[in-house]
Antibody
Framework: QVQLQESGPGLVKPSETLSLTCAVS?????????WGWIRQPPGKGLEWIGS???????YYNPSLKSRVTILVGTSKNQFSLKLSSVTAADTAVYYC???????????????WGQGTLVTVSS | EIVLTQSPGTLSLSPGERATLSCRAS???????LAWYQQKPGQAPRLLIY???SRATGIPDRFSGSGSGTDFTLTISRLEPEDFAVYYC?????????FGQGTKLEIK
């Protein structure tokens, strides 16, 4: 059974960088698939942030691309998200998930982490 | 980017009834790359349908998806108490993948 677990600070100050890690168990990232991040502001809908392949190939939502970096750490079977220059609008539950997309188009998400709430506030 | 509009915003039904949820895209979705998710309070979304009509692993057959082009439907044939939740559609035919705003299915 594939399982994902997000971790990271729950509170980030405005203008700083949000950093989260997703630990994957039950499946080796290096075996394939893309791995993605999705966020959901409180009481609102879902927004795809970006995804990464085990080789390091990434693709990002253009609306966030200038601020987002996703990295993979195959030695620990995890991948990470960094979002810079955060504002209150970045307050959301952040999910990691397995992405069935490819290098030329996005995919759907079949396994999800439980999500972690990140609040941007001074 | 493709905008997905879900209707109705809220659907009030009773257990045992049939639910029909709509998802309309602002342009044709490539190869019917359309997925549906169920989300309950405090939980992550759960994949129900992909490819417009293929049920994900472990999803009961009372859930079915249909449609093509710009109009897609999720049907729940006979509502069970655990089906009351928020449902989202997602297109993944064009980057960026986008989600609808959700339909809340509530108990009448």
């Amino acid at each position: 059974q594939v399982q994902l677990q997000e971790s990271g600070p729950g509170l980030v100050k405005p203008s700083e960088t949000l950093s989260l890690t997703c630990a994957v168990s039950g499946y080796s990232i290096s075996s394939g698939y893309y791995w993605g991040w999705i966020r959901q502001p409180p009481g609102k809908g879902l927004e795809w942030i970006g995804s990464i392949y085990h080789s390091g190939i990434t693709y990002y939502n253009p609306s966030l691309k200038s601020r987002v970096t996703i990295l993979v750490g195959t030695s620990k079977n995890q991948f990470s998200l960094k979002l810079s220059s955060v504002t209150a609008a970045d307050t959301a539950v952040y999910y990691c998930a397995r992405d069935w997309g490819g290098s030329t188009r996005p995919g759907y998400f079949d396994y999800w982490g439980q999500g972690t709430l990140v609040t941007v506030s001074s | 980017e493709i905008v997905l509009t879900q209707s109705p915003g809220t659907l009030s039904l009773s257990p045992g009834e049939r639910a029909t949820l709509s998802c309309r895209a602002s342009q044709s979705v490539s190869s019917n790359y359309l997925a549906w998710y169920q989300q309950k309070p405090g939980q992550a979304p759960r994949l129900l349908i992909y490819g417009a009509s293929s049920r994900a692993t472990g999803i009961p057959d009372r859930f079915s998806g249909s449609g093509s082009g710009t109009d897609f439907t999720l049907t729940i044939s006979r509502l069970e108490p655990e089906d009351f939740a928020v449902y989202y559609c997602q297109q993944y035919g064009y980057s960026p993948g986008t989600f609808g705003q959700g339909t809340k299915l509530e108990i009448k």
